[in-house]
């Protein structure tokens, strides 16, 4: 993503832009922080459910992952994961990407 001021001011009236889904929308939200831990964490499953029940529970579970060093894991999962969201989301809504 650019910087949000290189928009022009009619952006949001243009058919030449589209805006992108919040990550949530695209799948992205607990249920993806579950597989991970089902992945690479599985002993901490039910501490990591209960973590998601209170605010503030991303930062939390990123000391969690710290301190299992699985944090480098994680943002390579996140980015891998949103970047194929995102492609899914470009296919469905009829858009080519060139990389």
């Not at 209960?50 to 930062?59: D, H, L, M, Q, V």
């Not at 894991?73 to 060139?98: H, P, T, V």
Request: with cysteine; aromatic share 14%.
């Amino acid at each position: 993503m650019g910087d949000l001021d290189e928009f022009p001011d009619d952006s949001h009236e243009s058919d030449e832009y589209i805006e992108i889904p919040h990550k949530n929308d695209l799948g992205l939200g607990k249920d993806f922080v579950f597989e991970f831990v089902s992945q690479h964490l599985p002993e901490e499953f039910d501490r990591v459910q209960n973590i998601f029940t209170r605010r503030g529970a991303y930062s939390r579970f990123k000391d969690l992952l710290e301190r299992h060093q699985l944090l480098q894991n994680w943002y390579e999962f996140e980015n891998i994961k949103e970047e194929q969201a995102l492609r899914d989301w470009c296919k469905d809504n009829g858009m080519e990407l060139s990389d």
